[in-house]
C-alpha cells in the first residue's frame, strides 16, 4: 500500500487564522479525499481532491472555507480557512487507486487540530 | 443517503473471549463494504475489503463476513493487541466511503 504523510502532525491555531495541511504520497495514485474527525467521532468526508481541477465538495463544506488544491497524483493541501474552535479536529488525507488495489482507500495518519 | 449503523458502540472482553461487532448498512449500489482499525492519535489502518453477500475474509484473529444488510468482525480468542477502535464503511459507486460511528474494543489481560 501507498506511504501517506501529513504535515503538520498537530498544530493550535488562535481563532481567525488559516492553517494549511500538506498530504504527501511515496507513488502515484488515482483519488485523493479529505475527511474530518471531531473529537469523539467518526469521519465525515470534506472533498474529493481532483488533479488539476477544482475540489468536489460535500454537503455542509464549501470551497471559501476548506479550500483544497492538488497539484500532481501524489500532493494534496487542505486549508482550514478562518477558524473556529468548532474546527477542532483531526484532518485525514486518503488516497486511492495506488499500489494496494483499485478501490481500496488508504489512510494519513492525521492532524489534530486545536483552535483557542 | 447512505447510512451505517455499528454497535455496539464499545465492547470490552477478558483476554480469550471471542465475541462479534455488527455493521448494518443501507446504500445504493454497493461497491464494497471496508473494515479499518484505529488506534488513538493515528489514522484508521486498512483490513478488509468485502464485495458481495456471503464474502468472507481472515486476517489473525479476526474473520469478516458480509450480508445484504449486514456485516460483522468476529474477534477470535482476542489478545490485548487488538484493543482498537474499529470501523466500518461503505462505498458506493463515486467510490466515496460513508463511515459508521466505530465500535471500541477493550481486551484485558
Known amino acids: 500500500s501507498a506511504v501517506i504523510s501529513q504535515k503538520p502532525s498537530r498544530d493550535i491555531c488562535q481563532r481567525g487564522t488559516s492553517l494549511t495541511i500538506q498530504c504527501q504520497v511515496d507513488?502515484?495514485?488515482?483519488?485523493m479525499f479529505w475527511y474530518r474527525q471531531q473529537p469523539g467521532q467518526s469521519l465525515t468526508l470534506i472533498a474529493t481532491?481532483?488533479?488539476?481541477?477544482?475540489?468536489?465538495?460535500e454537503s455542509g463544506f464549501v470551497i471559501d472555507k476548506f479550500p483544497i488544491s492538488r497539484p500532481n497524483l501524489t500532493f494534496s493541501t487542505l486549508t482550514v480557512s478562518n477558524m473556529s474552535p468548532e474546527d477542532s479536529s483531526i484532518y485525514l488525507c486518503?488516497?486511492?487507486?495506488?499500489?494496494?488495489?483499485?478501490?481500496?482507500?488508504?489512510f494519513g495518519p492525521g492532524t489534530r487540530l486545536t483552535v483557542l | 443517503e447512505d447510512q451505517v449503523t455499528q454497535s455496539p458502540e464499545a465492547l470490552r472482553l477478558q483476554e480469550g473471549e471471542s465475541s462479534s461487532l455488527n455493521c448494518s448498512y443501507t446504500?445504493?449500489?454497493?461497491?464494497?463494504l471496508f473494515w479499518y482499525r484505529q488506534d488513538p492519535g493515528k489514522g484508521p489502518e486498512f483490513l478488509f475489503t468485502?464485495?458481495?453477500a456471503g464474502e468472507e475474509k481472515e486476517k489473525e484473529r479476526l474473520k469478516a463476513t458480509l450480508t445484504k444488510k449486514e456485516s460483522f468482525l468476529h474477534i477470535t480468542a482476542p489478545k490485548p493487541e487488538d484493543s482498537a477502535t474499529y470501523l466500518c464503511?461503505?462505498?458506493?459507486?463515486?467510490?466515496?466511503?460513508?463511515f459508521g460511528a466505530g465500535t471500541t474494543v477493550t481486551v484485558r489481560a
Open positions: 464503511a461503505v462505498q458506493a459507486g463515486d467510490y466515496k466511503l460513508s
Open positions: 507513488s502515484q495514485v488515482t483519488m
Open positions: 481532491a481532483n488533479q488539476g481541477s477544482e475540489a468536489t465538495y
Open positions: 468485502l464485495y458481495s
Open positions: 486518503s488516497v486511492m487507486g495506488g499500489g494496494g488495489g483499485t478501490d481500496t482507500q488508504y
Open positions: 446504500v445504493s449500489g454497493l461497491r464494497g
